[in-house]
């Protein structure tokens, strides 16, 4: 595609359920990060996806978020029985390569757990 | 571990030029990055140092000192729309990867 794609733009959800967000990145870029940014803080790295290698997880903030890249492209952040805390913008970027390229990020999620 | 440094917030004025620090500490080096995000929008790519010296792009320089752990992202004629935060990113290599990391973003103000 022309950018990378996140959907949905905005997620409402309640205490406790179970939401996926998903990042199409941009074709033929093999790397993928997932970032969250907190309203008016810097963004936070999550996890990051580079061709067939294991994930770089070091950055989910506990096992109630996952995420997976299927078939080198699409990926879904999953966080599970949401809290409040988790409210903030999910941010997904792709780059090219692994090295000194930049990422190009897509517009973001927000998410609002009440 | 990684460590990146930003001011957090700054003021210039309109037609000024403006420096923007950032000071890092990371598991390996791979290049440093320079992002612009408005608010409420996705950060948009500015520029990439990987080798020291001066890159300059328009009205917008970044510099790197790699042997300092440092960088500084220059913008001339300063212009409102230029009102944004600034984020200093750095690839690392950290084990065998190399992931993007971010520092927590300088927010410049242009005032008329």
């Known amino acids: 595609g022309a950018g990378v794609s996140q959907s949905p733009s905005n997620k409402v959800t309640e205490k406790g359920k179970d939401v996926e967000l998903r990042c199409d990145p941009i074709s033929g870029h093999t790397a993928l990060y997932w970032y969250r940014q907190s309203l008016g803080q810097g963004l936070e790295f999550l996890i990051y996806f580079q061709g067939n290698s294991a994930p770089d997880k070091s950055g989910l903030p506990s096992d109630r978020f996952s995420a997976e890249r299927t078939g080198g492209s699409v990926s879904t952040l999953t966080i599970q029985r949401t809290q409040q805390e988790d409210s903030a913008v999910y941010l997904c970027?792709?780059?090219?390569?692994?090295?000194?390229?930049?990422?190009?990020f897509g517009q973001g999620t927000r998410l609002t757990v009440v | 571990g990684q460590n990146i440094d930003q001011p957090t917030e700054m003021t210039a004025t309109e037609g000024a030029i403006v420096q923007i620090n950032c000071t890092y500490q990371?598991?390996?080096?791979?290049?440093l990055f320079w992002y612009q995000q408005h608010a409420g929008e996705a950060p948009t790519f500015l520029s990439y140092?990987?080798?020291?010296g001066l890159e300059e792009k328009g009205r917008f320089s970044s510099f790197l000192s790699r042997s300092k752990g440092y960088s500084y992202l220059l913008l001339k004629e300063l212009q409102m729309k230029d009102s944004a935060s600034y984020l200093c990113a750095v690839r690392g290599n950290g084990g065998a990867t190399n992931k993007l990391i971010f520092g927590t973003g300088t927010l410049l103000a242009v005032q008329p």
């Open positions: 140092n990987v080798l020291d």
């Open positions: 990371t598991s390996g080096f791979n290049g």
């Open positions: 970027a792709s780059s090219l390569g692994a090295m000194n390229t930049e990422a190009f």
